[in-house]
C-alpha cells in the first residue's frame, strides 16, 4: 500500500484536471458499452469489467492527483513529508455501488460514469467510513467525521459534505418526481376505430360442414384485403341481434389467418376460440365477423386493448375477452324520499 512519503509533493499540488483525462473517460464509458451489450459475457464477469471501467476513470487525472483528499492526508503531506503513514485512492461511491447502478442504467452509462469521483485518505480514516452508506455520507456519517479538501481551490479549501452529496446524489438518479408523462390523445382515433368495427358492417359465416369445422373456410371475399384487428360476433336460432363476443388483433399479414383459427381449425398449441365456436355450431348459433385495418401495424395492439378497455367499461360482456377488461362503471343510485304514511 501507498504512503505519505512516496507521493507527498502530489498530496500537496493543486489539482489540475490531467488533458488525457477527456480520453480516458471516453475510453471507460466505451468499455462499459460494450460490456454491457456483450450477450456472451457472464453477468459476473460484466460486473468485474464495469468495477474495472469505474476504476479507470477515477484515476483520470492520476492516481494520487484527485480533486479531493482528505485534510488529514493534506496536514500530513504538508507537515511530515517522510511519513510512512499508508494512504488509498478511496471511490467514493463504492465501485460495486456503480456497477449495480451501471445495470440497472444501460442507457446512462456515460452520465453515471461521469460521476465517479475519488478521495486520497489514509487507511485509517478508510476503516472509519460509514459503510451504511454510499457517496459524501459515508464520510460525514463516518466514527470521527472526517474533513475534506478541494484542492482545485487556491488555496485549498474544506468542502461542505452535505452540500457536495446533495450535487453528487442529483446527477446519476434524478427524481421521478421532476420527470413530466409524455401524453398523447388517441381517443378520437380509437372511437374511429371503435365505429368502424364495431357499427361497421359485420359478415355472416357459414358453417357448410357443421360436423368437421375445418372443411369450411371464409368468404372469398373477406380475405381480398388485409386486416389487423378483427371482432366475432354470434346470435342464437332465429335472432335478430348480434351479440359481441371476442375483440382480438393480429398482424396485417396473418390477421385472416387468425380468424380461420378461431372459427375452423388451429394446431395443438395454438391457442383461439376454436371449441366455443364448436359448441355454438352444434347448438345452431350463427356467426359473423367484422375487421379492421389499422396502420402503422403496432398500434393494433394499443386500439384492441382500448377498445376491450371501452366496451367492458359500458357493461359489454366479451365473454370470450379475459385481458384488458375493464369493471362495469358504477350507476349512482339517488334514493326518492317519500312521506311518511298517515297513521290511520
Given at each position: 500500500?501507498?504512503?505519505?512519503?512516496?507521493?507527498?509533493?502530489?498530496?500537496?499540488?493543486?489539482?489540475?484536471?490531467?488533458?488525457?483525462?477527456?480520453?480516458?473517460?471516453?475510453?471507460?464509458?466505451?468499455?462499459?458499452?460494450?460490456?454491457?451489450?456483450?450477450?456472451?459475457?457472464?453477468?459476473?464477469?460484466?460486473?468485474?469489467?464495469?468495477?474495472?471501467?469505474?476504476?479507470?476513470?477515477?484515476?483520470?487525472?492520476?492516481?494520487?492527483?484527485?480533486?479531493?483528499?482528505?485534510?488529514?492526508?493534506?496536514?500530513?503531506?504538508?507537515?511530515?513529508?517522510?511519513?510512512?503513514?499508508?494512504?488509498?485512492?478511496?471511490?467514493?461511491?463504492?465501485?460495486?455501488?456503480?456497477?449495480?447502478?451501471?445495470?440497472?442504467?444501460?442507457?446512462?452509462?456515460?452520465?453515471?460514469?461521469?460521476?465517479?469521483?475519488?478521495?486520497?485518505?489514509?487507511?485509517?480514516?478508510?476503516?472509519?467510513?460509514?459503510?451504511?452508506?454510499?457517496?459524501?455520507?459515508?464520510?460525514?456519517?463516518?466514527?470521527?467525521?472526517?474533513?475534506?479538501?478541494?484542492?482545485?481551490?487556491?488555496?485549498?479549501?474544506?468542502?461542505?459534505?452535505?452540500?457536495?452529496?446533495?450535487?453528487?446524489?442529483?446527477?446519476?438518479?434524478?427524481?421521478?418526481?421532476?420527470?413530466?408523462?409524455?401524453?398523447?390523445?388517441?381517443?378520437?382515433?380509437?372511437?374511429?376505430?371503435?365505429?368502424?368495427?364495431?357499427?361497421?358492417?359485420?359478415?355472416?359465416?357459414?358453417?357448410?360442414?357443421?360436423?368437421?369445422?375445418?372443411?369450411?373456410?371464409?368468404?372469398?371475399?373477406?380475405?381480398?384485403?388485409?386486416?389487423?384487428?378483427?371482432?366475432?360476433?354470434?346470435?342464437g336460432i332465429g335472432g335478430t341481434d348480434w351479440s359481441l363476443l371476442y375483440i382480438g388483433q393480429r398482424e396485417n399479414h396473418a390477421g385472416w389467418k387468425r380468424v380461420v383459427q378461431h372459427l375452423f381449425y388451429k394446431s395443438e398449441e395454438t391457442g383461439s376460440k376454436l371449441d366455443l365456436v364448436k359448441e355454438g355450431v352444434s347448438r345452431g348459433d350463427e356467426f359473423a365477423v367484422s375487421a379492421i385495418l389499422v396502420e402503422p401495424d403496432c398500434l393494433r395492439l394499443?386500439?384492441?386493448?382500448?377498445?376491450?378497455?371501452?366496451?367492458?367499461?359500458?357493461?359489454?360482456?366479451?365473454?370470450?375477452?379475459?385481458?384488458?377488461?375493464?369493471?362495469?362503471?358504477?350507476?349512482?343510485?339517488?334514493?326518492?324520499?317519500?312521506?311518511?304514511?298517515?297513521?290511520?
Amino acid at each position: 500500500m501507498d504512503t505519505i512519503s512516496q507521493h507527498s509533493s502530489k498530496l500537496i499540488a493543486r489539482y489540475i484536471p490531467s488533458p488525457e483525462s477527456r480520453e480516458i473517460i471516453q475510453s471507460a464509458v466505451a468499455l462499459a458499452n460494450a460490456v454491457l451489450r456483450h450477450k456472451a459475457i457472464l453477468p459476473k464477469h460484466k460486473r468485474k469489467m464495469l468495477k474495472e471501467a469505474a476504476w479507470l476513470v477515477s484515476e483520470a487525472d492520476g492516481k494520487h492527483s484527485t480533486r479531493y483528499r482528505t485534510k488529514r492526508v493534506v496536514e500530513l503531506a504538508t507537515k511530515d513529508p517522510q511519513s510512512q503513514i499508508k494512504i488509498q485512492h478511496e471511490h467514493v461511491v463504492p465501485r460495486a455501488a456503480i456497477a449495480d447502478q451501471l445495470f440497472a442504467h444501460p442507457n446512462r452509462v456515460a452520465e453515471i460514469l461521469n460521476t465517479v469521483v475519488a478521495c486520497i485518505v489514509t487507511q485509517d480514516e478508510h476503516n472509519q467510513l460509514n459503510r451504511e452508506f454510499n457517496g459524501w455520507k459515508r464520510y460525514s456519517m463516518a466514527r470521527a467525521r472526517i474533513e475534506v479538501y478541494d484542492m482545485e481551490k487556491v488555496p485549498p479549501e474544506l468542502v461542505n459534505l452535505e452540500e457536495l452529496e446533495d450535487q453528487r446524489a442529483t446527477v446519476p438518479t434524478p427524481s421521478l418526481r421532476h420527470m413530466s408523462a409524455i401524453a398523447l390523445d388517441i381517443s378520437a382515433f380509437v372511437e374511429r376505430c371503435r365505429t368502424a368495427l364495431l357499427s361497421g358492417e359485420r359478415t355472416p359465416i357459414e358453417f357448410v360442414d357443421k360436423e368437421n369445422l375445418r372443411n369450411n373456410c371464409l368468404p372469398t371475399l373477406l380475405t381480398q384485403r388485409s386486416i389487423n384487428v378483427y371482432a366475432i360476433w354470434s346470435r342464437g336460432i332465429g335472432g335478430t341481434d348480434w351479440s359481441l363476443l371476442y375483440i382480438g388483433q393480429r398482424e396485417n399479414h396473418a390477421g385472416w389467418k387468425r380468424v380461420v383459427q378461431h372459427l375452423f381449425y388451429k394446431s395443438e398449441e395454438t391457442g383461439s376460440k376454436l371449441d366455443l365456436v364448436k359448441e355454438g355450431v352444434s347448438r345452431g348459433d350463427e356467426f359473423a365477423v367484422s375487421a379492421i385495418l389499422v396502420e402503422p401495424d403496432c398500434l393494433r395492439l394499443t386500439v384492441e386493448c382500448e377498445l376491450i378497455h371501452a366496451v367492458t367499461r359500458e357493461g359489454g360482456k366479451l365473454p370470450w375477452n379475459q385481458k384488458h377488461r375493464s369493471k362495469p362503471a358504477k350507476r349512482r343510485v339517488v334514493p326518492i324520499s317519500s312521506s311518511p304514511s298517515p297513521r290511520p
